[in-house]
């Protein structure tokens, strides 16, 4: 949708809300998270949080239930009235998962999509004390040090552990990933202990320690570098068609009046393209994406289309 075209459509879809759509929210929402407080996904989630708290005159609390590949906060969120006080921003990978644990995600058998809350490309990094400064110097260390190098993620089957295993599978080097039920603060914990080399996750969750020169970047997994980032090398330089890049959706438990969902869907269209929160969005380099309820779960499941045969190139190097 053009930029233009966007107060006049938030106009006529507000204007058109029955009137209990119109008075939500009369008291506090919830919206629950898969990921750990201080992970990609947890910081990008308070920014807009704080802007709807502004709009909405209740506050908006980001509830965090990591674990379990996302079937935790899954769990948490389908169970919940679907009233509009509960919503749910899913991660990438709870839709793309392997079958298991009651994932991936389906919409709309599972949830009621929302609206698109913004996506943006895994950085590999590795520890400043580990030595490789470069995508090619990372993979030399590996192959000269097969089975020894371990990275960090958010937990088994997130977009964190399918782009290190697809690291590895690409460039034929051997990865151990360790979980950690606290994300990326504990991940970037131990790297400073010295207890684990790399990490890789979404430029927010990284922003603080690449900053600090705790870790290096070196590559973004987007087709070419980001206008932001000239000096990091896209890993396509490396490994040609590598991309990895997490995006994140506003759902709602099933049965959540079609009028609720689309007063949140222009309210947080209006939050994302307001001037301040953009500016705040834009420093961790997210992509925006102004989506009705009927094109989240067309890109929802075109995104799936695109990762299903990843999936099986990552399982069938498994075997």
């Given amino acids: 949708m053009k930029p233009g075209l966007i107060g006049l459509w938030l106009l006529a879809a507000v204007s058109a809300l029955p009137a209990a ?10 919206i629950v998270a898969d990921s750990a407080p201080g992970s990609a996904i947890d910081v990008i989630l308070r920014i807009v949080a704080d802007r709807l708290t ?30 509009g ?12 998962a392997q079958p298991a644990a009651n994932l991936p995600l389906m919409v709309p058998r599972d949830f009621v999509p929302i609206g698109y809350f913004g996506g943006s490309p895994m950085f590999i990094t590795a520890a400043s ?5 470069t ?4 993979i030399a260390y590996a192959k000269a040090k097969p089975g020894e190098l371990t990275y960090g993620t958010n937990g088994p089957g997130r977009l964190t552990h399918l782009t290190g295993e697809l690291l590895a599978s690409r460039a034929g080097i051997t990865l151990l990933m360790i979980p950690y039920s606290g994300g990326t603060a504990a991940v970037l914990n131990d790297i400073m202990g ?39 090398p896209a890993a396509a330089e490396t490994l040609p068609g590598f991309e990895s890049g997490g995006w994140q959706v506003l759902v709602a438990p099933r049965g959540t009046p079609d ?10 269209i209006k939050a994302m393209t307001h001037p301040e929160t953009r500016q705040r969005l834009k420093r961790f380099n997210r992509d925006e994406r ?21 999936l099986k190139q990552i399982a069938a190097a498994k075997k």
């Fill in 21 to 30: 759509a119109q008075d939500y929210p009369s008291r506090p929402v919830r």
């Fill in 54 to 83: 502004q709009m909405w005159g209740q506050q908006v609390v980001a509830a965090n239930h990591p674990g379990a590949g996302g079937s935790i906060a899954a769990r948490v969120a389908a169970s919940a009235p679907p009233d």
């Fill in 85 to 96: 006080y509960t919503l749910f921003i899913p991660a990438l990978s709870t839709f793309v």
């Fill in 129 to 133: 004390w580990l030595g490789p400064r």
């Fill in 135 to 138: 995508l090619p110097e990372l």
């Fill in 194 to 232: 010295k207890r684990i080399p790399m990490v890789i996750e979404a430029y927010s969750g990284l922003a603080g320690a690449i900053a600090a020169k705790t870790i290096v970047p070196l590559a973004v997994a987007s087709p070419k570098r980001l206008d932001a980032f000239p000096d990091i």
């Fill in 259 to 268: 009028a609720i969902v689309a007063k949140v869907n222009a309210d947080l």
């Fill in 290 to 310: 102004l989506l009705t309820p009927a094109q989240t779960t067309a890109f929802i499941q075109g995104e799936q289309d695109k990762w299903a045969p990843i």
